[in-house]
């Protein structure tokens, strides 16, 4: 039995845009790896801090993702071509020159290109998310053999429900009428008004990738290409492809691991026995692969034209306690060799708890930690570092709060119509996902490629660790010491119960004594 995808991409030509990061590292590795006949990739490259697009494609193929093709068919490298341009420019700022050159050969598009930031000002992520939607669509109805356009979004288009499905609804605002208000004002009168703006959406991202959704809604009548939406639930670190544990950014819940492992993120406001939607990196890049081959082997059929398939674990869910009761202990098996404290963070339900910690764990610490650095005559910056941690955990707040059911019947769906073969090479079913395993995974890819600790490190790291867990325990008891020294002081009760308690554990030691002597 062949692979039919495999079959599929041969002699083909796609462009992508994103392809500098996380998502699109990963699905440029998967082409070349894994469709060998694919003729060309078209990578939009934006021209940055003095490097050409060729300079920074270079910079991307040597990313550790392209490992395995760098050691086994380097060759497939010259596949890739760089194409000069930028989101937030008409055309995609791509000149007619390449867009010719990509008119003449290209037949499938993946849109990746967005601002991911939660707290990005409303302007900005419009700009982005919801106009470069719209130019992208007019360069794809330029490429005259474009058959399939791939576009990324976020499973939470509609987190606002409490089911998170494959459909399309009617979006929260007026697309163009946004648009219109938003380009006549300042960004200060924007940030003023973008809470009622949001109509209830949880932050800017969301909000503004729902409404790239409407208006490939809204054109998907109009455009001789079919249009496919993927949406992914939060992107963690790659399970087995392209390299185990492969993460390249501290986005996400991947920041608070790495800072919990670093000793400097000491609790977050959670429900731990609510479901966290992790998916592994290559599984939504699986999806988007696999839903172009899809779209056209169902062509012929009435197929709904966008149609969505969701990347999301809701058939295999993991909660936040697992998370937590299966990563911390590798904390301390494989500790970050430059961790400041030990991890030994927790998960709060109660706000209240929450704050009191952040006070005592981050803030105080923080503050106490600067000034020592500014007797020492060094630069503080350990209070700027906690105000943008908090600014962060503040932000995923509402993900760490919330629980969603999720339907995903086309993504059930389009699996049963793969073979064997396809499966196994474009593996996106959530089902497989075994968690011990992967939470393994994860944590040492991000002690590796985040934290860039070595396994050689890990000798050094342990010790580190055994004195930092003296430290603590240290540090606890003359802080118990030095309570209980200020309450027998002032307090006549205090120092009769503790006499009181004194003597019965005197009493019990001495009944224990003669009992074995």
Known sequence: MASEIVNFYRDRS??????????????????????????????????KAGQDPKNRLQDLLSAVAFDNIRQNHPEFFSKVIPVSGDIS???????????????????????????????????????????????????????ENLEVLVHVSTAYVNSTRTELDETIYRPLCDVDNLISTLDWLDDQAANSITKSLLNGAPNTYTFSKS???????????????????????????????????????????????????????????????????????????????????????????????????????????????QCKST??????????????????????????LHRVD???????????LDGAFRICGRKPFMVRLHKKATKVLDCVQFYT?????????????????????????????????????????????????????????????RTRMRRLLVAQFSFRLALAVL??????RKSETARTMWHMFGSTVAGYFVSLTSQLF
């Not at 470069?132 to 360069?139: E, F, H």
């Not at 400097?264 to 992790?278: E, G």
């Not at 590798?330 to 963070?345: C, D, I, N, Q």
């Not at 309570?483 to 027998?488: G, H, K, M, V």
Request: glycine share 6%.
């Open 14 to 47: 796609v462009f992508i845009t994103g392809g500098t990061g996380f998502f699109g590292k990963i699905l440029i590795e998967k082409l070349l790896r894994s469709c060998p006949g694919l003729k060309n990739i078209y990578v939009l490259i934006r021209p």
């Open 89 to 143: 420019r008409d055309e995609l700022g791509i000149s007619p020159q390449d867009l010719q050159m990509m008119s003449e050969t290209v037949s499938i598009a993946f849109h990746s290109a967005a601002i991911v930031r939660f707290d990005e000002p409303l302007k900005s992520a419009i700009e982005l998310n919801v106009k470069g939607v719209k130019r992208m669509l007019s360069v794809c109805k330029k490429l």
């Open 211 to 321: 409404l790239g959704e409407a208006v490939l809604n809204s054109e998907a009548g109009e455009v001789d290409f079919k249009i496919v939406i993927i949406r992914p639930s939060i992107v963690t670190a790659s399970w087995k492809e392209p390299i185990p544990g492969w993460v390249d950014s501290l986005g996400g819940t991947t920041g608070w691991f790495a800072g919990s492992a670093a000793g400097i993120f000491r609790t977050m406001y959670c429900h731990t026995q609510m479901a966290v939607d992790l998916i592994p990196g290559e599984f939504p890049v699986n999806l988007m692969v696999t839903s172009a081959w899809d779209a056209l082997k169902q062509k012929s059929q009435q197929q709904i034209n966008p149609t969505v398939f969701l990347a999301s674990t809701g058939q295999n869910p993991v909660t936040w306690a």
């Open 327 to 352: 990563m911390y202990p590798l904390m301390f098996e494989y500790p970050f060799s430059k961790a400041v404290w030990p991890p030994t963070g927790s998960f709060k339900n109660n706000t209240l």
């Open 358 to 368: 952040q006070f005592l764990y981050h803030i105080a610490p923080a503050y106490l």
């Open 401 to 461: 709060t919330h629980e969603w059911r999720t339907r995903s019947d086309n993504t059930c769906a389009l699996i049963q119509r793969m073979n064997a073969i396809d499966r196994a090479i474009f593996n996106f079913d959530s089902r497989t996902i075994d968690w011990d395993e992967y939470l393994c995974t994860y944590y040492l890819g991000i002690r590796k490629f985040v934290l860039k600790d070595e396994l050689h490190t890990l000798p050094a790291a």
């Open 483 to 488: 309570i209980a020294r200020t309450l027998l």
